[in-house]
Nanobody
Framework: QVQLAESGGGLVQAGGSLRLSCAAS????????MNWYRQVPGKQRELVGF???????NYADSVKGRFTISRDNTKKMVYLQMTSLKPEDTGVYYC??????????WGQGTQVTVSS
């Protein structure tokens, strides 16, 4: 069973930085594309970006140039480095993946609050 666990959220002032982490278990991991989503109450969950098994990344336009996704396959970890944070980045951040023939899998989420 794949399990994902996010951490690193918190309260930060606009312009600040945070690094979120996601620990994965129950999967080969190195083969997984890992996704980061965020959700604001009353809105659909939004894809922030993803990193493929070979390290290619892609980002939503709203975070390009400010957020960076990386991974450490030996530790089964994926990271979301967030800089120049804005109040509109506030939300619950989730990591997500699929496994061969199963999924999607979600973590419990971690709250990010950016104050103006």
């Amino acid at each position: 069973q794949v399990q994902l666990a996010e951490s690193g959220g918190g309260l930060v002032q606009a312009g600040g930085s945070l690094r979120l982490s996601c620990a994965a278990s129950g999967t080969i991991f190195a083969l997984n594309t890992m996704n980061w989503y965020r959700q604001v109450p009353g809105k659909q969950r939004e894809l922030v970006g993803f990193i493929t098994s070979i390290g290619s990344t892609n980002y939503a336009d709203s975070v390009k140039g400010r957020f960076t996704i990386s991974r450490d396959n030996t530790k089964k970890m994926v990271y979301l480095q967030m800089t120049s944070l804005k109040p509109e980045d506030t939300g619950v951040y989730y990591c997500n993946c699929y496994n061969v023939g199963s999924g999607p899998y979600w973590g419990q989420g971690t709250q990010v609050t950016v104050s103006s």
